[in-house]
């Protein structure tokens, strides 16, 4: 699903200045499951050379207790973009917003924020009154995020985008109408499932895959992922599996196979041409092409690199 997408492609075709924001949040490390998204703003910056802008949003992340201290989230915070880094984004063209180095992105904030109402805030995000007036006002923040570069000439933005993080849109679209600016555009991707077929967090790290675990954790948590299987080698064959369930072959089907490989995969699977086993090996290989380069830039990189992308005003 998506807001305004189409928009934004014209803005693209008509070769205007364009920008991507696309954040993450420092309660902890980045898993596979935020790979859709940052490898999609990949895939725009390469393509069509946009400028990309990624707040870590270390501030909400202390005021809504994911972390202790606010060290702690800073730290994250670091640890994060250099995560991103390592996956291909172009450091001349990526900027890192993290608000305790970023203090100015507030008086951005304060003055989306007199357009705002406590009603509003509350009926979005369901606040109550013994909620922090720190989260109550983290709205306009994440409205300042999405909303800088439309404020410094960019024509268009798009911000990528789980389908649960859209609240934040819908203020910060209200916002840049209010203030005369093109309203974000927005797409919206599926939901990852944890490895065992949950909702995937940072919280359950033996149900997510993150890009820091070496290669003997992650062939264990694979192995151990909710399977679509029959039990036993002769039923499966027999009766086949269900693929709509079976976890590796959605994270096959989300991140690594074009539409054809995965309609090929998913029938044979279901007819029990493929064993569970040998779906999870798939996967295994799969996500070792994918996280040993990632992982070997990463140990390169430092925070001085991190520092340069760092957004400044």
Do not use: W
Not at 56 to 84: C, F, M, P, W
Not at 102 to 123: D, E, Q
Not at 254 to 282: C, H, P, T, V, W
């Amino acid at each position: 699903s998506h807001r305004d997408f189409d928009k934004f492609l014209k803005h693209l075709k008509n070769k205007d200045k364009c920008a991507i924001v696309s954040g993450a949040n420092p309660s902890g490390p980045l898993h596979l499951g935020h790979l859709g998204v940052f490898l999609t703003n990949v895939y725009f910056q390469e393509r069509h050379g946009l400028d990309v802008f990624i707040p870590i949003s270390d501030d909400e992340s202390y005021l809504a207790g994911k972390v202790k201290t606010q060290e702690e989230s800073l730290k994250n915070s670091l640890t994060i973009a250099r995560q991103l880094l390592a996956i291909g984004f172009n450091p001349k063209k990526t900027f890192f917003i993290i608000d305790q180095l970023c203090t100015p992105i507030y008086n951005l904030a304060v003055k989306f924020s007199k357009t705002v109402t406590k009603s509003t805030v509350k009926a979005t995000y369901g606040y109550t009154e013994e909620d922090n007036i720190g989260l109550q006002f983290y709205p306009a923040v994440q409205a300042a995020h999405i909303n800088y570069p439309l404020t410094k000439g960019y024509k268009a933005v798009l911000v990528p985008i789980a389908a649960d993080e859209d609240s934040h849109l819908r203020i910060a679209r209200d916002i840049a109408g209010k203030f005369g600016l093109e309203k974000p555009a927005a797409i919206h991707s599926v939901f990852m499932p944890g490895l065992d077929g949950m909702k995937m967090s940072k919280s359950k790290p033996s149900a997510s895959i993150f890009l820091g675990d070496n290669l003997k954790v992650i062939k264990t948590k694979i192995n151990k992922a909710l399977s679509g299987g029959q039990k036993g080698i002769e039923a499966h064959r027999r009766l086949g599996g269900n693929p709509d369930i079976d976890v590796a072959y959605l994270y096959l089907d989300a991140l690594f196979l074009n539409r054809k490989e995965s309609a090929k995969i998913y029938k044979d699977y279901k007819e029990g041409k493929i064993l569970s086993g040998e779906m999870k090996q798939m996967l295994y290989d799969y996500v070792v092409k994918l996280l040993g380069p990632v992982q070997k830039k990463f140990a390169k990189l430092t925070n001085k690199d991190v520092e340069r992308c760092l957004l400044k005003f």
